[in-house]
């Protein structure tokens, strides 16, 4: 069964700490896997994609990894900011005739001042 | 170069009601899905049109259809509304045209049934 499992399910952390949030998941064939941030209430807005053959990913402070022999991937933020308060999915893509996706349930992370 | 809109932004319904949800794709794309995103969880696929036709669907009850226009436009219609169904209603386009599956989500619907 295609799934995707992100731990933890929430995290809080000082404003200025580092943070590290991880996805697992059973998705097969696989195409590619993104990280994605959304603010409550509002949609999700990518900050990085990885292909099969691609081991790192930064986006200014985030750095995504992704371990596909093990089939695990992490997402690390650095020196948090306020703003970073939100959940973040993990989203795995595969191909089945059409791309298809399979969303992680989240993670929602409070950053405190 | 306008992004993914929906509208309205907010809705407040009561149990039995219908409900109408629209989407506008991010432009050049030609292909909608739907998703439903309850609250504290991810989202939950619905359906994906194209070329004015549903191509792939979710889990979901026949009380939920969709429409995709000429303009690659799409709505989401929910009929007899149930209380389950208030939740947060993504919309998210993509192009055919570039080897590429990146979705881009609107900013949502967020529905309440009463």
């Known amino acids: 069964k295609n799934q995707v499992e992100q731990s933890p399910q929430s995290l809080i952390i000082l404003e200025g700490k580092n943070c590290t949030l991880q996805?697992?998941?059973?998705?097969?064939?696989?195409?590619?896997l993104r990280w994605y941030k959304q603010d409550t209430g509002r949609g999700p807005v990518s900050l990085t994609i990885m292909t099969f053959s691609e081991n790192t990913k930064s986006n200014g402070r985030y750095t995504a990894t992704l371990d596909a022999d093990t089939k695990q991937s992490s997402l690390h933020i650095t020196a948090s900011q306020l703003s970073d308060s939100a959940s973040y999915i993990c989203?795995?893509?595969?191909?089945?005739?059409?791309?298809?996706?399979?969303f992680g349930t989240g993670t929602r992370l409070k950053v405190l001042a | 170069d306008a992004g993914v809109t929906q509208s309205p932004t907010h809705l407040i319904k009561t149990r039995g009601q219908q409900v109408t949800l629209r989407c506008s794709p991010k432009?050049?794309?030609?292909?909608v899905s739907w998703y439903q995103q309850a609250l504290g969880q991810g989202p939950q696929f619905i359906f994906q049109?194209?070329?004015?036709?549903?191509?792939q669907r979710g889990n979901f009850p026949d009380r939920f259809s969709g429409h995709q226009f000429p303009n690659y436009s799409s709505e989401l219609n929910v009929n007899a509304l149930l209380l389950g169904d208030s939740a947060l209603y993504l919309c998210a386009s993509r192009t055919t045209r570039l080897s590429t599956d990146t979705q881009y989500f609107g900013p949502g619907t967020r529905l309440t049934v009463l």
């Open positions: 049109y194209y070329e004015e036709e549903e191509r």
């Open positions: 989203v795995v893509s595969f191909t089945s005739g059409t791309y298809k996706y399979i």
């Open positions: 432009s050049g794309h030609d292909t």
């Open positions: 996805c697992n998941y059973t998705v097969s064939p696989f195409s590619n």
